[in-house]
């Protein structure tokens, strides 16, 4: 697919872990992004979004203060900074991308999505 997640794994609570998704071309540079995650037994959620520019990013509550979304686009990547992970931050961790500019929290209104990465937070 167009976006490819990287940089999940297992990491002890109050750990650092640092999501890459890359996508596959200039088109993408236009769009806005976010990141969602999705625990065993329960929905998928939004977590951080990022307009194209990298001007506009908001985090909902439950990460903000601990996780940074960023994203390069010389580089063709968007990052996803993971700090002083709770157990709790355990999921499935996926990539997506809008076909307009400007930010949002609905998964709804992504076109496309990553494969997903595992993050598991021990405690």
């Known amino acids: 697919g167009p976006l490819v997640e990287s940089g999940g794994g297992l990491v002890q609570a109050g750990g650092s872990l640092r999501l890459s998704c890359a996508h596959s071309?200039?088109?993408?540079?236009?769009?806005?992004m976010g990141w969602f995650r999705q625990a065993p037994g329960k929905e998928r959620e939004f977590v951080a979004t990022?307009?194209?520019?990298?001007?506009?990013?908001y985090t909902t509550d439950s990460v903000r203060g601990r996780f940074t979304i960023s994203r390069d686009n010389a580089k063709n990547t968007m990052s996803l900074q993971m700090n002083s992970l709770k157990p709790e931050d355990t999921a499935v961790y996926y990539c997506a991308a809008r076909s307009t500019g400007g930010v949002s929290y609905l998964a709804g209104t992504y076109a496309y999505w990553g494969q997903g990465t595992q993050v598991s937070v021990s405690s």
């Open positions: 990022i307009n194209w520019s990298g001007t506009d990013t």
């Open positions: 071309g200039r088109t993408f540079n236009s769009y806005a």
